[in-house]
């Protein structure tokens, strides 16, 4: 998901979270070299470092556009090397960042939890108090809702990509919303 299309939509609470959870991974995979990291295996990189987040053991590598889209902001709001530039599309075999990634490797990342602290309250101070979170019964019940009056639009549509609404309304965008977020994110 380019810059731009994720400033239209703004972040959720999920985004921010599972955001300060990818900067932490990948100041650990800065540590280790550098080298760039498949969206999938990021993921797991996280979930290794937090086994008992529920929240990021949901998510899916089609939905993490956002979430690098945090943790580039973090970078630049504090003049730090853009992390983000570790993170690559599966089977992407682009060696167009190497200096970013070079100057992520190279740099001292002590400093990086309390200023993440700081940048995320200031995140979450800015999503609209009308997202309210859901359960996931409820979400699946509201997403089912949605496809069946709008089957044509969702024909094309996958197992990730209903994860990834899913987790959207939990995190509580409304099915029309989400749908318009994820076919985004598809989009590049």
Same mark, same amino acid.
């Given at each position: ?12 609470n999920?985004?921010i979270d ?6 932490e991974a ?10 760039? $990291?498949?969206?999938?295996s990021?993921?797991?990189?996280a979930r ?12 899916v590598?089609?939905? $993490?556009?956002?979430?690098?889209t ?9 003049g730090?090397?853009?992390?983000a530039?570790?993170a ?8 167009d960042?190497?200096d970013?990634?070079r ?15 700081g ?5 979450r101070?800015?999503v609209?108090r009308?997202q309210?979170p ?10 089912y809702a ?18 990834e609404? $899913?987790?959207?309304l939990?995190a509580g965008l ?6 318009r977020r994820?076919m985004a994110?598809?989009?590049?």
């Amino acid at each position: 998901m380019s810059v731009s299309s994720a400033a239209s939509f703004g972040f959720t609470n999920t985004d921010i979270d599972v955001g300060c959870r990818l900067v932490e991974a990948l100041v650990r995979r800065a540590s280790e070299g550098a080298q760039p $990291i498949g969206h999938a295996s990021l993921l797991e990189l996280a979930r290794g470092l937090h086994p008992r987040d529920a929240m990021l053991g949901r998510e899916v590598p089609v939905g $993490i556009g956002m979430k690098l889209t945090f943790v580039a902001g973090f970078c630049r709001a504090n003049g730090f090397p853009d992390l983000a530039s570790l993170a690559v599309a599966e089977g992407d075999g682009r060696n167009d960042q190497q200096d970013q990634r070079r100057a992520v490797a190279a740099f001292d990342w002590s400093q990086v939890e309390e200023r993440l602290v700081g940048y995320a309250a200031t995140m979450r101070a800015s999503v609209p108090r009308n997202q309210k979170p859901r359960k996931e019964r409820p979400a699946d019940v509201a997403w089912y809702a949605y496809f069946c009056s709008h089957r044509e639009a969702c024909a094309k549509l996958d197992g990730e990509d209903k994860k990834e609404i $899913i987790n959207l309304l939990m995190a509580g965008l409304d099915p029309d919303t989400a749908l318009r977020r994820l076919m985004a994110a598809k989009a590049g």
